[in-house]
Nanobody, 127 residues
Framework: QVQVEESGGESVQAGDSLTLSCAIA????????MAWFRQAPGEDREFVSA????????LYADFVKERFTIYRVSSKKTMYLQMNNLNPEDSGVYYC????????????????????WGQGTRVTVSS
């Protein structure tokens, strides 16, 4: 099981861009999946995006609408979430998550599908 730690959250203005980082400690495998979730005050934690560590296959929530890009730099064992054209609805705590999937299974989009979580990094977007 890997350990993950997020960073990069800050307060920005609507329309700004921001990149979050997730540092990974531990061994990854061919079926390691990493993801970003977010949680606004009073709301459930929701899926944002995911990536398969080895293949680079990505998955996005519909609301991302090509504004966000998930990618990883294997040599740095770090995953990133580049967010463009931010709006106030993007505010919340962003969490990095990791899991090892069963071979050939789909990337989960639910909280229960991931078993390693970071402490979160806060993003605040002002209008």
């Amino acid at each position: 099981q890997v350990q993950v730690e997020e960073s990069g959250g800050e307060s920005v203005q609507a329309g700004d861009s921001l990149t979050l980082s997730c540092a990974i400690a531990g061994r990854t495998t061919s079926w390691s999946a990493m993801a970003w979730f977010r949680q606004a005050p009073g709301e459930d934690r929701e899926f944002v995006s995911a990536i398969m560590w080895n293949s680079g296959t990505t998955l996005y929530a519909d609301f991302v609408k090509e504004r966000f890009t998930i990618y990883r730099v294997s040599s740095k064992k770090t995953m990133y979430l580049q967010m463009n054209n931010l709006n106030p609805e993007d505010s919340g705590v962003y969490y990095c998550a990791a899991t090892i999937l069963r071979p050939n299974s789909l990337i989960p989009q639910n909280v229960g599908g991931f078993d390693s979580w970071g402490q979160g990094t806060r993003v605040t977007v002002s209008s």
